[in-house]
């Protein structure tokens, strides 16, 4: 049921509103709104039972296990949510004065610290609103950095055939040319065809390592030698960085420029589709084209960095100053973890990916690589079930949910045939890692059993599987009183 | 170990089940030449109760002075269920809606926040959300050059009287992309954009024309005019709305004879706090045959295997995990949690209770300015009508007079000399419908001693 459908004319829950409608005689009547808007009209009870029944409609990390690969769906501190909704904090205007903000801003000064120290660069810019706008933003540095050079004639970006579809997506907004790149039959880059397409027309290559296919690329020094030889620059996509949080750094590896996603690794909430948070790093000689604004510290006083202090960045990417509220949680995890915290969290869920991929194997099922060991995700192709069972990875996925699991990542990367990539995080225990591969091996058996159980899943939820091209052919896309 | 929940006894077990002695032989395939040495810059870690001592003190250290800024980010009451509900875990660490079947809390949320941002703007479609006003307007930028296919310039008219920030994010967003804007100037007397202005334009190739309203001077243009212009001149119209102001004044949907093809704008006035500038929401809304232009997650409306009714993300074919290189936007992650507190506030205020909060404001803003303006040498500098805020002319210089203010514990506007020198000594103020009488008072009490001094 709509929200509109409890809604009766005249009913009202005002009183979070003013209690008296005020004088509106200076504004003249051609400017007015002559028909008020189609909002519903419910009690303030009826709007909390309401929002309260859908919530309870969703999976999510706090009651399921949500092993969504490539998103790091951990475990949400917390204290970091009441923290960073201190009043003061929530109640700070954009515009208020340094004078007044030294506290927010010393927290956001220590977290482009901290970032700098995990990532190996040399400078951060926490503007970035989520991931996709980090690679937007590392981009644009490329671009800027060759433009300021004179070197305009670099107009393709590179990028893996295994790439989230965001990196293609976003050097094209930087007004590049994009050239895939395949991956070897090992999940490496395959450095043979990259070495065919690398030259003067690249401006830089876009990775995540460890990739998206489950493995840590070995050849990456080699690929960092051969792009900066041809004077391409490396852009590090930060979707992956749980695994590796303390135990190799991007900028160790070569890479001039990267975004962290910290509604990933430093446990953000995902908000159901965000709010995220997508701040970038960079070496030296990317620094001056970092986007505003950004913290600097003098003499113990903090002070904002913005486009007169910076004349060659890229510019501002958001109103103000991104998502503050994210960043400060993420600087409270990063506090309550310290070094040694985050080494583990790249430990534990590299433990935990291990562990699934192993006892998964061993009860039959196959991986994508299985010669390699797995990173904090890995990944399994279900073509031998789909061509012998006729259930496919959706199938599979939609019954986990009967499970109470929520599906790993489904087709995807494209070049896995029926893959499921699944990502556990380090923040599961032992018991539910097993839970989820008893369930697994179980739909199997269903799978050869009974295959239409399978494949009408799910049955435990509150719609059972929905019409996807009804719903693009027959678009609904707002409620109208006439549209009930 | 915080948040990691394996005992010593879980470790041997799974390690001796992966066949490893140890964690470190996990992470054998990375090049030993590249491992990092332990983080030591890192500052150690520290207890939840440590770490809320640092928070506690960083943030009262900031205190919270009497803020009559508005300026794009606005200080509204927001009803304590508001986030009461959208910090329940299952929506706050639920994740885009990919299983639709075990997401339909979330997806029915977003399906009301479109009705509502559509039934708000008078528009046919809206989209899930955005980052911000800013990005949404670049992206709405983006989106009438691709739709607009009558022109082929690429050339977009973009007010001087819009909001710096947006004019500088849209700037960075799209001017790789073969698109020039080109800035319209405002009319100094009035504070709007002069449609007579329009005419150095007139039969020229233009792909889109950007209408604010109210503006940032807090001034009402005349967007009747100004999208029967874009129109004429085969432009699209992209209204940059504020959505409590909508409950006044009348919707882009409506405007001129046609009403706007786009309308955008930043939606932190519905329930987000002002939190130091983010999270914040962006909206778009549009015309229904453009909506296959329109970037961002969308969600529908269908049936299931037995013909109930449930909500599924659809139109994914524009988005960059099936588009790739020839998406509509690179954007993926975007704002959900705040388009669902947005929702519940919108369900909480109703018609009636945002159209209250919109006054309130305008009042109190008329009640501010005709107390400062009292004071000898403090004038309104536009003559036009205003929505919620107002440009006020000092007789010194701005800066200091808001640094005395602040020390006060009270941020008595916007000093606009940064953005617009040709205005001279002005500040931008906004007093919401949290500001009260006495606050007021006391506002007119100190700019008076200090103009005295």
Redesign the interface.
């Known amino acids: 049921m709509?929200?509109?459908q409890h809604s009766r004319s005249g009913r009202?829950?005002?009183?979070?509103?003013?209690?008296?409608?005020?004088?509106?005689s200076?504004?003249?009547e051609?400017?007015?709104?002559?028909q008020?808007?189609?909002?519903?009209?419910?009690s303030?009870m009826q709007?909390?039972r309401?929002?309260?029944k859908?919530?309870?409609?969703?999976?999510?990390?706090?009651?399921?296990f949500?092993p969504?690969g490539s998103?790091t769906?951990?475990?949400?501190?917390r204290?970091c949510?009441s923290?960073a909704?201190?009043?003061?904090?929530?109640?700070?205007?954009?515009?208020?004065?340094a004078?007044?903000?030294?506290?927010?801003m010393?927290?956001l000064y220590?977290l482009q610290?901290?970032l700098k120290?995990?990532t190996?660069m040399q400078a951060v810019s926490l503007s970035p609103?989520?991931?996709?706008?980090g690679?937007?933003a590392g981009v644009?540095m490329i671009?800027a950095y060759h433009d300021a050079r004179g070197d305009t004639a670099r107009n393709e970006i590179l990028v893996p055939d295994a790439a989230?579809?965001?990196n293609?997506?976003?050097?094209?907004?930087?007004?590049y040319r994009?050239r895939e790149i395949p991956s070897g039959a090992d999940g490496d880059v395959d450095i043979e065809a990259l070495r065919q397409l690398v030259g003067p027309q690249t401006a830089g290559i876009m990775l995540t390592n460890p990739s998206t296919l489950g493995?840590?690329d070995?050849n990456?020094?080699a690929i960092a030698t051969l792009m900066h030889e041809a004077g391409g620059l490396l852009y590090y996509d930060g979707a992956n960085l749980n695994a590796?949080l303390?135990?190799?750094?991007p900028g160790?590896?070569g890479f001039d420029v990267i975004h962290v996603?910290l509604?990933k690794t430093f446990?953000t909430?995902?908000?159901?589709?965000?709010?995220?948070a997508g701040p970038v790093g960079v070496s030296e000689r990317l620094q001056p084209y970092l986007?505003v604004p950004m913290v600097a510290r003098k003499d113990e006083h903090y002070h904002w960095l913005t486009?007169e202090n910076c004349p060659e960045s890229?510019?501002?990417?958001?109103?103000?100053?991104?998502?503050?509220?994210?960043l400060?949680r993420a600087y409270?995890y990063?506090?309550?973890?310290?070094?040694?915290?985050?080494?583990?969290?790249a430990?534990?869920a590299?433990?935990?990916a291990?562990?699934m991929l192993?006892?998964l194997t061993d009860a039959g099922f196959d991986a994508a690589y299985p010669e390699?060991?797995?990173t904090h995700e890995f990944i399994l192709t279900l073509q031998r079930q789909a061509k012998e069972l006729g259930v496919n990875t959706m199938d599979f996925?939609?019954r986990l949910?009967d499970y109470g699991f929520?599906?790993p990542?489904t087709y995807?990367p494209l070049q896995v045939p029926e893959c499921l990539l699944i990502e556990p995080t380090?923040?599961?225990?032992?018991e539910e890692l097993d839970g989820f591969i008893d369930a697994l091996c179980r739909i199997r058996q269903e799978a050869e059993e009974h295959p239409e159980q399978v494949t009408?899943a799910?049955y435990n939820?509150?719609?059972?599987?929905?019409?996807?091209v009804?719903?693009?052919r027959?678009?609904?896309?707002?409620?109208?009183p006439d549209n009930n | 170990?915080?948040?990691?929940?394996?005992t010593e006894e879980?470790?041997q077990?799974?390690?001796a089940?992966?066949?490893?002695p140890d964690?470190e032989t996990?992470?054998?395939?990375?090049?030993t030449?590249?491992?990092?040495g332990?983080?030591?810059?890192?500052?150690?870690?520290?207890?939840?109760m440590e770490?809320?001592g640092?928070?506690?003190?960083?943030?009262?250290?900031?205190?919270?002075?009497v803020?009559f800024?508005g300026?794009?980010?606005y200080?509204h009451?927001i009803?304590a269920?508001v986030?009461q509900?959208a910090?329940?875990?299952?929506?706050?660490?639920?994740?885009?809606?990919?299983?639709?079947?075990?997401?339909?809390?979330?997806l029915?949320?977003?399906?009301?926040f479109?009705?509502?941002m559509?039934?708000?703007t008078?528009m046919?479609?809206?989209n899930?959300?955005l980052?911000?006003?800013?990005?949404a307007l670049a992206e709405a930028v983006l989106m009438a050059v691709r739709a607009n296919r009558k022109s082929r310039s690429g050339r977009v008219l973009v007010p001087r009287s819009l909001?710096p920030?947006?004019r500088?994010?849209v700037?960075?967003?799209v001017?790789?992309?073969?698109i020039e804007l080109v800035e319209l100037p405002f009319d100094p007397a009035g504070g709007h954009t002069d449609p007579a202005a329009l005419a150095a334009f007139e039969g020229q190739d233009i792909a889109a024309l950007v209408i604010p309203q109210p503006n940032y001077f807090g001034v009402?243009e005349e967007?009747?005019l100004l999208t029967d212009w874009a129109h004429a001149n085969k432009a699209l119209a992209i209204a940059v709305v504020n959505p409590v102001a909508?409950?006044?004044?009348?919707?882009p949907g409506?405007w001129g004879k046609e009403g706007a093809d786009i309308s955008c704008g930043?939606g932190q006035p519905l329930g987000a706090?002002?939190?130091?500038?983010?999270?914040?929401?962006g909206f778009i809304c549009c015309r229904?045959k453009l909506?296959r232009q329109m970037p961002g997650?969308?969600?529908?409306?269908?049936?299931?295997?037995?013909g109930?009714?449930?909500?599924?993300l659809?139109?994914q074919?524009r988005?960059?995990?099936?588009?790739?290189?020839?998406?509509t936007?690179?954007?993926?992650?975007?704002?959900?949690?705040?388009a669902?507190a947005a929702?519940?506030h919108?369900?909480?205020?109703?018609?009636?209770?945002?159209?209250?909060?919109a006054?309130?404001c305008?009042?109190n803003t008329?009640s501010l300015v005709q107390k400062l303006t009292a004071l000898e040498g403090v004038e309104p500098l536009f003559s036009r009508?205003t929505?919620h805020e107002q440009v006020l002319r000092l007789p010194i210089p701005a800066d200091g007079v808001?640094?005395q203010l602040?020390?006060q514990g009270l941020?008595g506007g916007?000093d606009l000399s940064r953005d617009y020198p040709e205005l001279g000594d002005t500040i931008l103020v906004c007093a919401t419908?949290k500001r009260t009488k006495p606050e007021m008072d006391n506002f007119q009490l100190k700019l008076r001693a200090i103009l005295r001094c």
């Open positions: 709509l929200i509109y009202r829950a005002t009183a979070q509103a003013p209690l008296q409608t005020a004088d509106l200076t504004i003249p051609r400017f007015r709104r002559q008020r808007a189609a909002l519903p009209e419910v303030e709007a909390v309401h929002y309260t859908l919530s309870q409609q969703n999976f999510s990390i706090d009651t399921q949500y969504l998103c769906m951990k475990y949400n501190p204290g949510n923290l909704m201190l009043p003061e904090f929530l109640a700070r205007h954009p515009e208020a004065p004078d007044h903000s030294q506290g927010f010393a927290c220590e610290e901290i120290e995990v190996g609103a989520a991931g996709a706008q690679e937007f644009a671009r989230h579809g965001t293609p997506a976003s050097a094209v907004m930087c007004g994009v493995v840590f070995r990456i020094e590796i303390g135990k190799v750094r160790d590896m996603n509604h446990a909430p995902h908000g159901g589709g965000g709010p995220g986007p486009e890229i510019g501002r990417l958001s109103t103000f100053a991104g998502n503050a509220g994210v400060l409270v990063a506090r309550m973890l310290g070094g040694e915290g985050m080494e583990r969290v430990e534990y590299t433990l935990n291990n562990y192993k006892r390699r060991r797995a996925a939609k949910l929520h599906a990542t995807f380090e923040t599961e225990s032992r009408g799910p939820l509150p719609v059972k599987r929905l019409d996807d009804r719903a693009a027959e678009l609904d896309l707002v409620w109208r | 170990m915080p948040f990691i929940p394996h879980d470790l077990e799974m390690l089940a992966i066949g490893v964690i996990l992470f054998d395939e990375i090049p030449t590249l491992r990092c332990k983080l030591t810059r890192l500052p150690q870690a520290i207890s939840e770490v809320a640092l928070m506690s003190a960083r943030a009262s250290q900031d205190g919270a002075p803020c800024i300026a794009g980010a200080d009451h009803p269920a986030w509900l910090s329940r875990g299952e929506f706050y660490t639920a994740y885009t809606p990919y299983q639709a079947e075990a997401s339909q809390g979330t029915q949320v977003l399906y009301e479109q009705s509502m559509a039934a708000l008078g046919e479609v809206s899930a959300s980052y911000d006003g800013a990005t909001h920030a947006y500088r994010v700037q960075a967003m001017g790789k992309q073969n009402l967007v009747d909508l409950a006044l004044l009348h919707p409506t930043e706090p002002l939190s130091s500038g983010g999270p914040y929401l229904q909506v997650r969308i969600v529908g409306r269908t049936r299931d295997l037995d109930k009714i449930g909500y599924t659809t139109l074919a988005e960059q995990h099936i588009r790739r290189s020839k998406a936007s690179n954007i993926c992650t975007n704002q959900g949690l705040m669902t929702t519940i919108l369900a909480l205020l109703g018609s009636e209770g945002l159209e209250r909060v006054a309130a305008h009042a008329r009508p929505f808001l640094r602040s020390a941020l916007l419908e």
